[in-house]
């Protein structure tokens, strides 16, 4: 189940023994909690998940995107369940966001 609201973003994963992004869309974040029910995991990058996050555990991180996240089981077929619930960007701040890329990339502007 995923909730979005223009500032806050909750999202339910069901995790399964394979390492998977948390999410398919990149979906930056200023700050949020993965919330560990069920089972124990491993979290990494792409290439490891050595990172465990034990049963009823939270772990928090400071901005980033949800798609550079995976989890997977720590125990082969006993599949845990993560909640993340976090701050996001505006829309706005997202298209200011691109604005300032776009303006940097062209030349017509410094920071």
Known sequence: ????????????????????????DDIYFYSGNFHI?????????GVLQNAVGEVNSVISFDKGNLRDIFFRNKTAG????????????TPQEQEDLWDTLRKLLSGKSKL
Do not use: H, L
């Open 78 to 89: 006993s599949n845990a369940t993560v909640v993340f619930v976090g701050t996001i960007r």
């Open 1 to 24: 189940m995923t909730q979005i609201s223009p500032t806050f973003i909750s999202i339910e994963k069901t995790i399964g023994d394979v390492a998977e992004r948390f999410s398919d």
């Open 37 to 45: 029910y069920d089972y124990d995991v491993y979290y990494g990058n």
